[in-house]
């Protein structure tokens, strides 16, 4: 292949110490993953080698470029995502990304998408009364779901918020557990009460649970219950049982949205008993109104480790198959 040199020039010297980060820490991990030259000197960068690689870190550098122009940092994980997705050769376009705020916190940091993946995801909730967010931990499928139902809470589209999920039991009975029900129960339902925390913080949230504005709850206490104008969200879906997500999905009453979100490769449920999860992806796939995003490796936003792992358990199960 021809080796053409492709040049980035910067004229912002803050901008410039950004893209490098500390001791060229930003720098190396680019060149680490594509095993190119990349040069520097005062304000421009000079990409040395073979054509398809040096287009891909151009694409990469432009894109941290960007970002640093906008938000005013970048992240080890987003630079991973970016590299990711220009080895695969996927295009971003990070203006789409941009302009898509979800909602504000109320500390005043912004909520956006970090990944194509996530803005799939945020624009599906948009579109869908029943929107599915299935793949892999660390890919903001939660947390997402819950800034949505935040910003449709103050926007007056609904009334509430009502998150649930199933308690699968991890070799101890709810029974032997200390204190009363909801001190049972409050150990399944921590991450959506942390997701909460962040967005709204812990004083909006307790007074918005006692003027049952938000409800947190076990999934066997939406059974018998029609909810109107509310934006649910059922987390941990795979833990359901068939008939747990038929009775879930048939609660869906006037003016209400729900969002379900699961990880198919981490079913809990004790017996070999069938993911509710996962039939419901087969048997509702063509029913309109009802939208499904699958999340893949790139789209993990936690510790860049979490990606790691998560692929080296894939490739275990995939040899144990």
């Known amino acids: 292949m021809e080796e053409l040199d492709k040049v980035i020039i910067i004229e912002n010297s803050i901008t410039m110490a950004k893209l490098l980060g500390a001791h060229d820490k930003n720098l190396k991990l680019i060149k680490s993953y594509f095993g190119s030259n990349i040069l520097v000197r005062e304000n421009e960068i000079k990409i040395l080698g073979d054509d398809n690689i040096s287009t891909a870190i151009k694409n ?41 705020i979800i909602v504000t916190t109320n500390s005043g940091r912004v909520i956006k998408p970090k990944t194509l993946g996530q803005k799939r995801y945020s624009n599906l909730i948009n579109e869908n009364d029943v929107a599915f967010g299935i793949g892999p931990a660390g890919t903001g499928k939660t947390y997402i779901a819950v800034a949505q139902a935040v910003n449709a809470l103050r926007k007056k589209e609904v009334d509430r918020i009502i998150l649930t999920r199933p308690a699968v039991e991890a070799g101890e009975k709810l029974g032997f557990l200390p204190g009363d029900l909801q001190d049972k129960v409050d150990p399944y339902l921590r991450p959506l009460y942390d997701a909460l925390f962040d967005i709204i913080g812990m004083d909006n949230f307790l007074k918005n649970v006692e003027k049952q504005v938000i409800e947190v709850a076990p999934l066997a206490y939406m059974r018998g219950r029609t909810i109107d104008s509310a ?13 747990q997500m038929k009775m879930f999905l048939t609660r869906l009453g006037y003016g209400s949205k729900a969002v379900i979100t699961g990880d198919i490769t981490q079913i809990d449920l004790p017996g070999g008993k ?13 029913v309109e109104g009802i939208g499904f995003m699958y999340f893949d490796n790139k789209d993990i936003v936690r510790h860049k480790l979490v990606q790691d792992i998560v692929k080296a358990y894939e490739k275990y199960e995939e040899k144990r198959k």
Do not use: R
């Not at 934006?231 to 008939?243: C, G, H, P, V, W």
């Not at 069938?274 to 063509?286: E, F, I, N, P, R």
């Open 60 to 100: 990469v550098l432009e894109l941290i470029i960007k970002e640093i122009q906008v938000e005013g940092e970048i992240t080890e994980q987003k630079i991973l995502y970016y590299i990711n997705s220009c080895q695969e050769s996927i295009n971003i376009d990070y203006s789409s990304m941009l302009g898509d």
């Open 231 to 243: 934006f649910i969200i059922l987390d941990e879906a795979q833990n359901t049982t068939n008939e």
């Open 274 to 286: 069938q993911s509710g999860l996962k039939s419901a992806a087969k048997v509702l796939k063509d």
